[in-house]
């Protein structure tokens, strides 16, 4: 399976699909340091090997999976994280209020604004209340380019995340994203989501009051 590639100044960034839901899984290593930082263990522990596999051209050195990340709590976006978390050894994060539903211990519970650094990886969380109570974009900001944010299930080409036709938890996921995603960062900013393409915040701003006029 071959993983689709951002070469950064600092930073590669790889991602694959899997599982029939089209989930991302997206890895970041150092290019100086080997290490590493992988988003969503979705699926399929041999195709995530695989990645890790793969990374090792991305860095001068040994690459190291240091932490393992998770969007959100939802089943599609964990089944491979006990296995990883147990043939890696690496540590987990989550979201504060996600992280009791995960299948493993979470060894460092996120809230909106925290950083995160691994050498000269520097990942800010960003909590968007709504598809889950704990869902957390994370935002990789490269240093000679546009931020990259791993939005999960919370912003999509097209809309935000599903909130179950709850008015409540869609008013309060779209202000999230608007406040926290839309009026923090500029048009260029790419968004990769927890399932299918890629976005910007630029093709998808006009279409903001548009999603709240619609209600999902």
């Known amino acids: 399976m071959d993983s689709l590639i951002h070469s950064l100044r600092d930073v590669t960034i790889r991602s694959i699909s ?22 969503d263990a979705a699926d399929d522990l041999p195709a995530i090997q695989q990645l890790l596999e793969d990374s090792a051209a991305d860095t001068a050195t040994k690459p190291k999976l240091l932490r393992i990340s998770t969007t959100h709590q ?19 994060s989550a979201g504060a209020d996600d992280a009791d539903a995960l299948p493993v211990p979470v060894d460092v519970r996120l809230g909106h604004g925290d950083v995160e650094r691994f050498d000269d990886i520097e990942i ?15 935002v990789y900001q490269d240093p000679d380019g546009p931020a990259h944010i791993f939005s999960g299930d919370s912003l999509f080409p097209g809309g935000v995340g ?3 036709k709850d008015p409540a938890r869609f008013t309060s996921l779209l202000n ?15 968004v990769h989501p ?8 630029g093709a998808e701003r006009p279409h903001l009051a548009e999603w709240r006029a619609r209600g999902w």
């Open 74 to 92: 939802h089943w599609d976006h964990v089944r491979a994280l006990p296995e990883l978390v147990a043939v890696t050894g690496a540590s987990t």
């Open 162 to 164: 599903n909130t179950q």
């Open 194 to 201: 927890g399932h299918g393409l890629p976005t910007t915040l």
């Open 18 to 39: 899997v599982s029939e839901m089209n989930n991302n899984v997206y890895l970041l290593t150092s290019k100086s340091t080997g290490a590493q930082l992988l988003i």
């Open 124 to 138: 800010a969380a960003i909590h968007l209340r709504g598809h889950t109570p704990g869902s957390i974009a994370f």
């Open 176 to 190: 999230d994203v608007s406040e926290r995603l839309f009026d923090a960062y500029p048009d260029d900013t790419l």
